[in-house]
Each structure stands twice: as structure tokens, then as C-alpha cells.
């Protein structure tokens, strides 16, 4: 267990809708990073946040924001959510800044219906 | 603009045989590369570094600058290599770019 959690595990919701998902890193870790996993895009990297700040940003729609609290946990926020947002979203830490070595979550598998 | 290639969606090896994931990158600059596993069910974890140079489980990986490659290499495939790897690479600060990933499956 790498310590990372993510809530919820699963989520099913319609088109057009709103979702947060939620991580919680390792203890001790600053950095936090979310990444979008698809049968056809494969794993893409979304975001990164360190000790409260955004650090580095990848292929995140407008339509998604995340932010990183003072306890340290992240949440995703998907919204006008579409077919094609279906997908698993990993959120991973790190201690510091540099994604050097990642500690994954299990991921939470979003279904948009 | 960074990308990284991995050839093979499948590989499929018999036990005891020689395996290799290919891997390629495209980066203008250094690039510090990775391969990460995932096993059935279990979470993404990472398998080695290059600047480390180690070996892991057997695996060792090498960069070559000249080809732009970062070929993970084992010697003897076992059952329990059977998984997802993925090659990432490290843009410093900007993202982190992970393949398409390629399944290896060792074969009894």
C-alpha cells in the first residue's frame, strides 16, 4: 500500500453534470499530481500541485480545476462532464517537487452516462 | 514538443526467454526517464530510474541519447513479470509524460 487514498472508487453520473474527486497523499509528501487514464489517450498527465500551489499543468480541460487544501489532500473538480471524460483518474504523490518518484493511488473510475 | 513512444500494445514472451520493452522519447534537452509497472490489480508503481542505474526484479534499462531510447531489458522472463509497463519522462517542472504503455505477458 503506497499510502495515497482516493475517494470514491467508483462514480457513475450523467452528461452535464458536476463530480469532485478527492486524494489524500502519503504522509509527508508536499506534491500532489493527477493524471486522466483512457482506452484511447492512455495515462495523461492533468496537473500538479506543491504545498498549496499549482507547480506544473498538462492536457486539463477548462472544464477542470483541482486545488490542493493546507492539509495537504487535492480535489479534481470535472464539470459539463461528457461521454469522453469516462475514464480512470489517478492522483499521486511525491515529497517534494520534482515528480521523481511518484506514489500512485488506485484510482478512482468515473463513468459519464 | 516532449513525447514518448513504446512500439509494442502487446508483447508476449515464453518463460525463461529474453525480453525487451522498447521505448523511445522525444525531448530537447536532458531527459531523465523512468519505467513504471502495474501488476493486476495493484496500484502504478515505479520500476527504475535511469540516473540510478540500477537493477530491479532483473530489469535493467539504459539510455541511449544517440536513438533517443530507453529499451527495458530482462534476461530470464518469469510468470510474475507479467504486467503493464509504462516509459515516463521528466520535463522538469513543466509535466510528466508517460507512453501508451505495452503489456508484457510471460507465457508458461
Known amino acids: 500500500d503506497s499510502g495515497v487514498t482516493q475517494t470514491p472508487k467508483h462514480l457513475i453520473t450523467a452528461t452535464g453534470q458536476r463530480v469532485t474527486l478527492r486524494c489524500s497523499p502519503r504522509?509527508?509528501?508536499?506534491?500532489v499530481y493527477w493524471y486522466q487514464q483512457s482506452l484511447d489517450q492512455g495515462l495523461q498527465f492533468l496537473i500538479q500541485?506543491?504545498?498549496?500551489?499549482?507547480?506544473a499543468k498538462g492536457n486539463i480541460l477548462e472544464r477542470f480545476s483541482a486545488q490542493q487544501f493546507p492539509d495537504l489532500h487535492s480535489e479534481l473538480n470535472l464539470s459539463s462532464l461528457e461521454l469522453g471524460d469516462s475514464a480512470l483518474y489517478f492522483c499521486?504523490?511525491?515529497?517534494?517537487?520534482?515528480?521523481?518518484?511518484?506514489?500512485f493511488g488506485p484510482g478512482t473510475r468515473l463513468t459519464v452516462t | 514538443a516532449q513525447r514518448v513512444t513504446q512500439p509494442e500494445k502487446l508483447l508476449s514472451v515464453f518463460k525463461g526467454a529474453p525480453v525487451e520493452l522498447k521505448c523511445n522519447y522525444s525531448?530537447?534537452?536532458?531527459?531523465?526517464l523512468f519505467w513504471y509497472v502495474q501488476y493486476s490489480r495493484q496500484r502504478l508503481q515505479l520500476l527504475l530510474r535511469?540516473?540510478s542505474r540500477e537493477s530491479i526484479k532483473g530489469f535493467t534499462a539504459d539510455l541511449n541519447k544517440g536513438e533517443t531510447s530507453f529499451h527495458l531489458k530482462k534476461p530470464f522472463a518469469q510468470e510474475e513479470d507479467s504486467a503493464m509497463y509504462y516509459c515516463?519522462?521528466?520535463?522538469?517542472?513543466?509535466?510528466?509524460?508517460f507512453g501508451p504503455g505495452t503489456r508484457l505477458s510471460v507465457l508458461p
Open positions: 515516463a519522462l521528466n520535463n522538469y517542472g513543466q509535466n510528466f509524460v
Open positions: 535511469h540516473i
Open positions: 525531448y530537447s534537452g536532458s531527459p531523465e
Open positions: 500541485y506543491y504545498n498549496g500551489e499549482e507547480r
Open positions: 499521486a504523490s511525491s515529497v517534494g517537487q520534482d515528480p521523481y518518484e511518484q506514489y
Open positions: 504522509s509527508g509528501d508536499l506534491s
